[in-house]
């Protein structure tokens, strides 16, 4: 049986880029049919970051509103989830640290294991609570997707971060036990330390998301989960929005259910909102799918929702959620849309120059231009060193 220790997300708030490419603008220069883009893969547009945004900054921007609601005085730990790293050794939590003024006796650390480490994250965040309830722990999941231009990935770039804050008696989803694993050694999707944008095998990648859907739900069960029939909506991963529609029908036709379309789009359509207008944010991409259900459904107080996240290379889980009663009085459904509304339309060439800019490594004294209007920002580059500024 399911059981429930009260701990879980108590607040949650996106952020997201100063920039937005329309997939109209890139299919204008590649030629692509934009049916392929808006139906096939069901995107619209791609979050684009400024010359002086990265996952530290956004990681900010997102965590800054949940420090400001509830203070830092009980945050003890603060665990940073990403995959587009700025530092081989120090942690871009420490950056979000000191930029939210965080206090000194916090424990701070970054996790990797490609799109699944913002739930690896939600998962250790829960044991810390587990074991002394007092405390709470801020997730930061931040990451942007970046592939070769005119690679099949392209169009499924994007950025984002989701902060969460980890408490007992969550006000918006309670975590529960059992979590169904899978992990298997694959080559689908990585990002050798010497390069900028990932390498992929796009076939490939969707198989073994498939696989790990159907293996994670098989030890869910195995482990005394709920059965399928229970869940009133699903939270995928979303590399494009077309993929929790792709993983759904896999995992009723899994279960030997009918796989009716309507039935698929009643359990994940509420969760791509934002996801199909923001792109690939890897590590924040389930998390953007919960915030986007939560602002925009009904009353879902009491109902269970389920999570299935996956991470190239590969690691899955799958696990379970209940709505907590209340929540709507919790939620930034005007600030989430406010982030996604407010970022400036790039044309093809502005997006261009954006994506072959690369920072300088001489160690020099650097200044970053200023392109972002949010509110915190990589101002230079001095001596190896990032030098971050809050507005
Ligand atoms: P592609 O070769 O550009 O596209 O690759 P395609 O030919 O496979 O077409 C895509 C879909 O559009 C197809 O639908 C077409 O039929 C349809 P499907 O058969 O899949 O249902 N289509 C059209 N529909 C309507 N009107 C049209 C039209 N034309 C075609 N005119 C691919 C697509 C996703 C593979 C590529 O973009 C890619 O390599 N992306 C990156 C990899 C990726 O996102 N993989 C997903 C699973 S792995 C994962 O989720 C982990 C990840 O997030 C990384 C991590 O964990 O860190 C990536």
């Known amino acids: 049986m399911p059981s429930d220790c009260a701990i879980g997300?108590?607040?949650?708030?996106?952020?997201t880029t100063e920039f937005v490419l329309p997939h109209a603008t890139l299919a204008g220069h590649n030629g692509t049919e934009i049916g392929k883009y808006h139906v096939g893969i069901g995107q619209q547009s791609m979050s684009v970051p400024a010359a002086d945004e990265d996952v530290v900054t956004m990681g900010a921007a997102a965590a800054a509103p949940i420090v400001a609601r509830h203070g830092a005085d009980r945050i003890r730990t603060v665990v940073f989830a990403t995959e587009s790293s700025i530092d081989q050794a120090k942690s871009a939590g420490v950056y979000v640290h000191s930029l939210l003024g965080l206090p000194s006796a916090t424990r701070v650390v970054e996790l990797k294991q490609a799109c699944y480490g913002g739930t690896a994250a939600l998962q250790f965040a829960i044991g810390l609570v587990l074991r002394d309830r007092r405390q709470q722990v801020l997730v930061v999941a931040s990451d942007i997707s970046k592939y070769d231009l005119d690679s099949p990935g392209e169009s499924t770039q994007g950025a984002a971060a989701v902060a969460m804050l980890v408490a007992a008696d969550p006000a918006l989803v309670r975590i529960e036990e059992p979590s169904g694993l899978f992990t298997v050694d694959v080559m689908d999707f990585w990002r050798p330390n010497y390069r900028d944008a990932a390498l992929v095998d796009g076939e490939e990648s969707i198989t073994v998301y498939l696989q790990a859907v159907e293996s994670a739900w098989k030890d869910y069960t195995e482990q005394g989960g709920r059965s399928l029939d229970e869940f009133t909506a699903f939270c995928y991963h979303q590399p494009f929005t077309k993929m929790a529609y792709k993983a759904h029908r896999h995992l009723l036709n899994t279960c030997?259910?009918?796989?009716?379309?309507?039935?698929?789009?009643?359990?994940?359509?509420?969760?791509?909102a934002y996801n199909r207008v923001i792109g690939n944010s890897y590590t924040a991409s389930a998390y953007l799918g919960l915030a986007a259900l939560l602002d925009q459904a009904d009353d879902l107080a009491?109902?269970?929702?389920?999570?299935?996240?996956y991470g190239s290379g590969s690691?899955?889980?799958?696990?379970?959620?209940?709505?907590?009663?209340?929540?709507?009085?919790?939620l930034r459904t005007s600030a989430h849309r406010e982030a996604i509304d407010r970022r400036r339309t790039l044309d093809y060439a502005a997006y261009r120059e954006l994506h072959e800019r690369s920072l300088p490594t001489d160690g020099g004294d650097h200044p970053v231009p200023q392109q972002t209007t949010g509110a915190f920002r990589l101002a230079a580059l001095r001596g190896h060193k990032r030098i971050y500024e809050r507005r």
């Open 315 to 330: 690691v899955a889980e799958f696990f379970a959620g209940t709505v907590a009663p209340g929540y709507r009085e919790h």
């Open 302 to 309: 009491g109902r269970p929702v389920g999570f299935l996240s």
């Open 9 to 15: 997300i108590h607040d949650l708030s996106c952020a």
């Open 256 to 272: 030997g259910y009918d796989t009716d379309e309507s039935r698929i789009g009643r359990a994940v359509e509420r969760t791509t």
